[in-house]
């Protein structure tokens, strides 16, 4: 059984900077693809930043040249660090992981930029 659970949100202020991580366990961590998704209010889920299992790495046009996803192995973590950030970056932020489609899910956390 998969779990995956994020941490490092909260509040900062426009231009400041954020790491989320994701925590997983209960499977081969190297052998999946992870990514990061958002979702704000009213708004549908989107994706942010992706990393397969071949360490390719893929942004929404949005977050290009300001988010940056990478993973420790060791640690079986998925990190996402967050800089230049901007008020529309609010949102509720969930990691997934998945071979071929998005399979399992984090409860997500929050991030505020104001």
């Not at 659970?5 to 909260?10: I, K």
């Amino acid at each position: 059984h998969v779990q995956l659970v994020e941490s490092g949100g909260g509040s900062v202020q426009a231009g400041g900077s954020l790491r989320l991580s994701c925590a997983a366990s209960g499977y081969t961590y190297s052998s999946y693809s992870m990514g990061w998704f958002r979702q704000a209010p009213g708004k549908e889920r989107e994706g942010v930043a992706a990393l397969d299992s071949g360490g390719r790495t893929n942004y929404a046009n949005g977050v290009k040249g300001r988010f940056t996803i990478s993973k420790d192995n060791a640690k079986n973590t998925l990190y996402l660090q967050l800089d230049s950030l901007k008020t529309e970056d609010t949102a509720m932020y969930f990691c997934a992981c998945g071979t071929g489609s998005w399979s399992s899910w984090g409860r997500g956390t929050q991030v505020t930029v104001s």
